[in-house]
T-cell receptor, first 112, second 111 residues
Framework: QKEVEQNSGPLSVPEGAIASLNCTYS??????FFWYRQYSGKSPELIMF????GDKEDGRFTAQLNKASQYVSLLIRDSQPSDSATYLC????????????FGKGTLLTVNP | DADVTQTPRNRITKTGKRIMLECSQT?????MYWYRQDPGLGLRLIYY???????NKGEISDGYSVSRQAQAKFSLSLESAIPNQTALYFC??????????FGSGTRLTVV
């Protein structure tokens, strides 16, 4: 079973809309959850992290975590064409090694 | 200067050749990683090191080896390159349980 799963997309939204990106994980002991953005041919960059159940907001981005459902999501409000990228969900599983595991990513396209 | 520097940025090599990808960091992190990225397969961990004396295999270590020469340096070697090792390779660093910082990547083509 894949440890971190994401819908590969592509997800297409119009400019100004809300984009919703979803991620599920298999290890119930997972501690920390990250969202990375990766433009084509570039390295991933961190945009959000969340450790506790609930919502965490940072500007136009909101991360949502539900540990009971093993589900983490990223909402992007007022989507802009510059948000078009692949979004990678990453999870640090429980245990002592704190190794980061990535999902395959969701390609988001924001249409002007 | 970049916090995580990878060299070379691009490399074309022939099947059977030995090649080394180098990574250095100025963030002072103990933890360093090598990832491989292929279209549709996401980022896959090759090797990771939590300190100079600690080297661990990731999910796809076959055909690769690493060396942690110092806290700041972590190199990846392909002893005998094969075409299915053509990919984008990323070095990364982190502190304990924290954000992972990536280098700019090395695009490797094996012909």
């Amino acid at each position: 079973q894949k440890e971190v799963e994401q819908n590969s997309g592509p997800l297409s939204v119009p400019e100004g809309a809300i984009a919703s990106l979803n991620c599920t994980y298999s290890d119930r002991g997972s501690q920390s959850f990250f969202w990375y953005r990766q433009y084509s041919g570039k390295s991933p960059e961190l945009i959000m992290f969340i450790y506790s159940n609930g919502d965490k907001e940072d500007g136009r981005f909101t991360a949502q975590l539900n540990k009971a459902s093993q589900y983490v999501s990223l909402l992007i409000r007022d989507s802009q064409p510059s948000d078009s990228a692949t979004y990678l969900c990453a999870v640090i599983a429980g245990g002592s090694n704190y190794k980061l595991t990535f999902g395959k990513g969701t390609l988001l396209t924001v249409n002007p | 200067d970049a916090d995580v520097t990878q060299t070379p940025r691009n490399r074309i090599t022939k099947t059977g050749k030995r090649i080394m990808l180098e990574c250095s960091q100025t963030k002072g992190h103990d933890r360093m990683y090598w990832y491989r990225q292929d279209p549709g397969l996401g980022l896959r961990l090759i090797y990771y090191s939590f300190d100079v004396k600690d080297i661990n295999k990731g999910e796809i270590s076959d055909g690769y080896s690493v060396s942690r020469q110092a806290q700041a340096k972590f190199s990846l070697s392909l002893e005998s390159a094969i075409p299915n090792q053509t990919a984008l390779y990323f070095c990364a660093t982190s502190d304990f349980g924290g954000e992972v910082f990536f280098g700019s990547g090395t695009r490797l083509t094996v012909v």
